[in-house]
Structure formats: C-alpha cells, structure tokens
T-cell receptor
C-alpha cells in the first residue's frame, strides 16, 4: 500500500528565504507526482507535475525534483513571499492504480514579513 | 471560465437526511473524481469515473452513490447522513491516461459538508 509522507508538517520562515519541502513515498511504481497548493477554505491548485521519467520541473520561483528510486521529491521555493503562505500537498499517481492520486500529509507554510 | 465547479459550497444538514453535491467541468476531460478531506486535512479518493463508467470505488459505504449523466458531470448523492460524513468533498477531473503520458488532475473549490 502506497504511503506518502511530508516533512516538515509545518514551517515558518522570514520573507525572502529559500526553502525546501520534502515528500517521500513507499512504492516507487508511480506514473507521476503532483505538487498542489491549498489556501485555507479553498480548493487545490496544481503547481507542478513531474512524470516518472523526469528529474525536475520548474515554474517561476518553484522547482520540483523527483528521485523515483529513493522514493523522494522536493519542492524548492526561491525568495519566499507572504503570498506563498499555504498548505503544500504532494500526491503520487500509481501505475495500474486507475488514476488514483495518493496524497501526502501536507506541509503548512507560513512566510512572515 | 471556471474549470471545475461544485455546488453548493457549504452544506449544513441534520443526521439522517439525504443530500447531493454537483460537479461540472468544462475542460473537455473524460475522467472525474470525488475526494474526501477529513478534519485532519487528509485527502483520500472516493470514486473515479471514466466516460461515465465507474473505475474506482474506494470501499466507500453504499450510502454514497455517484452519478455521471455525461462526461462533464459527476454528482455525489449521500443517503442517511451521519456525523462522520462531515468533511470537505472535492471534485476533480483529468484526461484518462491508460498508457498515455500526461494526467494532471484539476480540482474544484470543494463543498464543506456539516452534519449536525
């Protein structure tokens, strides 16, 4: 059974700092890995998707990496801003899993002025 | 120009009632999903439909019955609501991959269900 863990569970940083969020998964037979952002009381916004054959994806100040063999992904946020404050979720899509996303436990990020 | 929309946004009801949540997507996707986010914010798949056909039923009680009248809609009907059904329910959609390469899922804004 696939288990997805995110560390840390919560993180508070001063504005301008670069930071890394971690995601680990137990079953490496994944199709892809998706990073989402969830603001309080809101839905999920897809940030980045990495296919199993890719090593990283970039979008603006965000960079996500994937090491499938070790079951790890990181989300790097450069020059953090207060507007980045949200919960970040990673989710993996298993091969043969019927397109079912298995979500991590989330990292609640607060970027302070 | 909302991609995935859900109604209602909030739903407060008494135990034992029957309620429905509607979901619509205008992305041209052929696969739709229902996820449940519990009080600890953990998200878990409930159902998925591909071309109106049930693909995943993740051991959800049969009080929950999804209905897909067409590819753009997936509604969730819940009978005999219980306190433990209180949660946020998210609808999502994507293209089916089945050997294809790309399968990004897009989520709706969620429906917060409170059972009293």
């Amino acid at each position: 059974k696939q288990e997805v863990t995110q560390i840390p569970a919560a993180l508070s940083v001063p504005e301008g700092e670069n930071l890394v969020l971690n995601c680990s998964f137990t079953d490496s037979a994944i199709y892809n890995l998706q990073w989402f952002r969830q603001d309080p009381g809101k839905g999920l916004t897809s940030l980045l998707l990495i296919q199993s054959s890719q090593r990283e994806q970039t979008s603006g100040r965000l960079n996500a990496s994937l090491d499938k063999s070790s079951g790890r992904s990181t989300l790097y946020i450069a020059a953090s801003q207060p507007g980045d404050s949200a919960t970040y979720l990673c989710a993996v899509l298993l091969t043969g899993g019927g397109n079912k996303l298995t979500f991590g436990t989330g990292t609640q990020l607060k970027v302070e002025l | 120009d909302t991609a995935v929309s859900q109604t209602p946004k909030y739903l407060v009801t008494q135990m034992g009632n029957d309620k429905s949540i509607k979901c619509e997507q205008n992305l041209g996707h052929d696969t739709m999903y229902w996820y449940k986010q519990d009080s600890k914010k953990f998200l878990k798949i409930m159902f998925s439909y591909n071309n109106k056909e049930l693909i995943i039923n993740e051991t959800v009680p049969n009080r929950f019955s999804p209905k897909s009248p067409d590819k753009a809609h997936l509604n969730l009907h819940i009978n005999s609501l219980e306190l433990g059904d209180s949660a946020v329910y998210f609808c999502a959609s994507s293209l089916w991959t089945s050997g294809d390469y790309y399968n990004e899922q897009f989520f709706g804004p969620g429906t917060r269900l409170t059972v009293l």
